[in-house]
């Protein structure tokens, strides 16, 4: 399979303190990557160098070998990719329904039919109840779901999901869980996600990539990640066996 | 053109620009505590030069031996006004605060043109016409009088704030909001003494002011935006920037009249604050603001 | 269909509502005196002028306390040209337009290639608009402080022209109304549009909808020079109704202010807000200045407290006690207690 997403050598510092140093990594299409290590590790800020909010210092990235880095997030996502936020942005204004409009509204300059582009993606989330409440309005899970929504409503070729799971309860974390594998699954969709529930983590992951001060100190398939010494040493402190 | 009127227009402009200072140092207090921007600045001081001319016309006060008792009533002035109204729409985004404060404006200027009409007012002092000479530089009396004034009110403004318990108190809350009220300082009533204290500035500047400028009630916005321009380029937030750029506005305003023409030194000063609001928003001496 | 589109999600009260004061206005010149009339002008254009401003802030989210400017140069470019080039005002008001939405490109950019916002922002349009004040104020070929003329004949009151904007008292109500109508079925025309939804989406969080794919610098742009272009439609009207400019008068800050006033009252980010905001203030204003000058009249209030300082304090007020008690304005209020909208939209 093709490497969708290929993440080379990037680095940025902010103001003499180096947060993401030499980090490569690649995703290939239809795979679901998770991003994991402890917290300051430097995961939302390779989120962020990938979807345009950050220009990195250096390093380069690749959407479907064409040269992404540097460029807004306006244009990210019309490249193709998608990302929610750790900390939920909605459009508290809008509703439910026109949150979704929004990112529908990439696909098509008709609003009718991104309208209806959005009414589906709802469904698919199990928002459809909720379409005409204002997102202000919405607890927390639901949130979740409708930026995943608006995200997916963009049309991409891949999906970042930064803790989409942190903070729900276990039911609503399988939910969740559930819900982005039928979307892989049934839809071919590319996702990268950073994680700390590691339920989530080993249920969906065909692979991960494990990063610590910035720098990446393991990657491969979720059985050989667990039993790698330097990431349980990072996650438990060294000599640990 | 020659180095004696220059020399003149740059001696003329520093004193003014010290009493520019003055009022802007109210602007900055005001923002670097409590994060407001009085865009209410120039009416206020007008309505400090009214008082001034009252106390002129009745009592036949020099306006500069009026300046405590302006300053007072400006104070409390403006702490009512932080503690009654400003408060209330602290939560809400900060161009509702812009907006209420620019009404103000609205309301105390057409106050003052229903009190007192629409034309040109001023003093006239004893000194008003004679000067002092300082080697090749010839200084109006009224002038370097005001000037010194000023100088001795933002100085004792300046000590306050440095060495006083109310005033390391109030810097505390500029510092860390959260902190002060955690440790316990009264975070409403600081703020409402911080406005009072900005309040009090522009009375001071106003009640000096009088001596150079006539009064009218149209003339606060073109005082607001002079405000703006020195505490903008001095750094909001700066005290040391306000004196700074005010006399570096002062000088630039003389300057431009003799070189240029004096009808264009507004205009300077606002090209100047165009390029500062494009190049170095936090200005020289101030803090980076979002 | 388009009507449909329009104000489908106005309950029967709203459009009731809409429909009978549309009737009024419309029937206004035959049933009013020609004071009446005159205010009524002054109302719709200070609609007018409003739902132009709300444009840059109640969409693109920013402040403009310089509106004044965009007025300024689309009534100064249209009577230079009519007065010295014998340009008709329907050709020279493409000029206007393109004048203001220029001067609106080069702030709004240098706005945003310069990440200025808020009060900031606000700031930058006093300074451009006082500097061109100035400008104007020294440019002799426009007339400079001495102001510029537009000739006014002995038969310009009267017919029909719309081509030289001259004719009835009438005419010039009938037109300021069609602009007003026309800014608010644009505005709701754009609101329903993609437009519309990415203002929106800017407006509630820039970071999120640059994330789905909205382009933020050009969708505020053209909210920016839509605004400025409207208001240099305004500035047209203007300069061929008062057939007079001065500097001071056009360009001063207090114009710039006298714009928000409505559409903060009314209510910001909403299409009908500026309107009703002008209805209400406007009215109230003279009814104020016609009672301090009757109360003169009877010796019970000195003859020489001034009448617009009077009307000047009591707008302050108004704007103060919006901002206190209800900040979203009145149109969002009045729309929830008649119930004039459909949820979800509420309002607009």
């Known amino acids: 399979m093709a490497a969708l997403l290929e993440v080379s050598r990037l680095g940025k510092s902010f103001r003499g303190v180096r947060a993401v140093t030499d980090v490569s990594f690649a995703v290939a299409e239809r795979e679901i990557v998770s991003l994991i290590g402890p917290n300051g590790a430097g995961k939302t800020t390779v989120f962020n160098l990938i979807a345009g909010v950050l220009r990195p210092d250096t390093g380069r990235v690749r959407l479907a070998s064409r040269d992404i880095t540097g460029l807004r997030p306006d244009q990210i996502c019309a490249a193709g990719i998608a990302r929610t936020f750790q900390l939920v942005k909605p459009f508290p204004e809008l509703t439910v329904l026109e949150n979704v409009v929004v990112g529908a509204l990439r696909g098509t300059p008709d609003v009718a039919e991104a309208r209806a582009a959005a009414r589906r993606l709802l469904d698919v989330v199990e928002l459809g109840e909720q379409a005409d409440v204002p997102a202000a309005h919405l607890t927390l899970p639901d949130r979740k779901r409708l930026e995943v929504a608006r995200a997916l409503a963009t049309g991409p070729k891949l999906l970042l999901l930064d803790e989409v799971v942190a903070g729900l309860r276990p039911t609503e974390a399988d939910r969740m869980v559930r819900a982005l594998r039928r979307l892989h699954d049934e839809a071919g969709l590319t996702i990268l996600l950073i994680e700390h529930v590691m339920r989530a983590v080993m249920a969906l992951s065909d692979h991960i990539v494990v990063l610590h001060h910035g720098e990446k100190i393991s990657e491969g398939t979720p059985e050989h990640v667990v039993r790698d010494p330097a990431v349980l040493g990072c996650y438990l402190g060294q000599g640990v066996r | 053109m020659n180095l004696e009127t220059v020399a003149n227009a740059l001696a003329s402009g520093l004193l003014t620009g010290l009493v520019y200072g003055l009022s802007a140092l109210g602007l900055s207090v005001i923002f670097g505590v409590i994060r407001i921007v009085n865009f209410a600045h120039g009416e206020m001081m007008v309505v400090g030069m009214f008082i001034a001319l009252v106390l002129f016309r009745r009592l036949g006060f020099d306006p500069l031996l009026s300046v405590p008792v302006v300053a007072a009533v400006m104070f409390a002035f403006g702490y009512a006004l932080q503690h009654v109204i400003i408060r209330r729409v602290a939560h809400l985004p900060d161009y509702m605060q812009f907006l209420l404060l620019a009404a103000l404006g609205l309301i105390l200027a057409s106050g003052s043109l229903v009190i007192f009409g629409p034309d040109a007012q001023g003093v006239q002092v004893a000194y008003a016409t004679d000067s002092v000479a300082l080697g090749m530089l010839v200084v109006d009396k009224p002038r370097l009088y005001a000037a010194a004034v000023a100088l001795v009110v933002a100085t004792v403004l300046l000590v306050f704030f440095k060495y006083s318990a109310t005033g390391r108190a109030i810097r505390a809350c500029a510092d860390n909001y959260l902190g002060a009220k955690i440790v316990g300082l009264n975070v409403d009533r600081l703020y409402a003494l911080t406005f009072g204290v900005g309040a009090a500035c522009l009375g001071a500047a106003g009640c000096i002011i009088l001596l150079l400028v006539d009064v009218h009630p149209y003339l606060g916005p073109a005082y607001t935006l002079l405000g703006f321009v020195i505490v903008i380029i001095g750094g909001l937030g700066s005290l040391y920037g306000a004196l700074l750029g005010g006399m570096l506005i002062g000088v630039s305003e003389a300057l431009a009249a003799v070189v240029i023409q004096p009808s264009l030194k507004t205009a300077v000063s606002f090209g100047l604050l165009i390029l500062v609001l494009l190049l170095r928003p936090q200005g020289l001496l101030g803090r980076a603001v979002q | ?14 459009r009731a509502t809409l429909g009978a004061f549309l009737a009024i206005l419309l029937a206004l010149p035959f049933v009013a005196s020609s004071y009446v009339n005159t205010v009524a002008i002054i109302c719709l254009y200070l609609a007018f002028l409003g739902q132009a401003w709300n444009l840059m802030f109640g969409f693109a989210g920013l402040l403009s306390v310089g509106h004044a400017l965009f007025v300024g140069l689309g009534a100064y470019t249209s009577a230079y040209l009519f007065v010295r080039h014998q340009v008709p005002p329907v050709i020279g008001i493409l000029a206007s337009v393109a004048l203001a939405g220029t001067a609106a490109a080069l702030i709004g950019s240098l706005a945003f290639r310069f990440a200025i916002g808020g009060v900031y922002f606000a700031l930058l349009t006093i300074a451009f608009a006082e500097f061109t004040r100035i400008l104007v104020d020294h440019a002799k070929f426009l007339g400079g402080t001495e102001g510029l003329f537009l000739p006014v004949g002995a038969t310009s009151r009267q017919g029909i022209d719309l081509i030289h904007i001259r004719g009835w008292p009438a005419m010039y109500y009938y037109l300021i109304l069609a602009l007003c109508l026309g800014a608010l ?5 754009l609101l329903a549009s993609r437009m519309g939804f990415y203002w929106r989406a800017i407006r509630d ?39 007079n400019l001065f500097p001071e008068q056009v360009f001063g800050i207090e114009r710039s202010v006298e714009v928000t006033l409505a559409p903060i009252v009314g209510g910001v980010g909403t299409a009908f807000g500026p309107i009703l905001g002008a209805f209400v203030l406007t009215p109230l204003g003279e009814s104020l200045s016609a009672l301090v000058r009757w109360l003169q009249a009877q010796g019970i ?48």
């Open chain 3, 301 to 348: 209030i000195a003859k020489q407290v001034r009448v617009d300082g009077v009307k000047q304090l009591f707008f302050g007020l108004a704007v103060m006690g919006i901002v206190l008690a209800q900040p979203r304005g009145l149109w969002p209020w009045i729309c929830r207690r008649l119930r004039l909208f459909r949820p979800p939209s509420g309002q607009i």
């Open chain 3, 205 to 243: 969080n820039p970071d999120a909808a640059a994330a789905a794919g909205v382009p933020i610098f050009r969708y505020r742009m053209y909210a920016v020079m839509i605004s400025a272009a409207l208001a240099g439609i305004a500035g047209v009207f203007y300069a061929f109704y008062y057939n």
């Open chain 3, 185 to 189: 079925l644009l505005c709701r025309l």
């Open chain 3, 1 to 14: 269909m388009m009507l449909e589109r329009l104000f489908g999600d106005l309950t029967t009260a709203g």
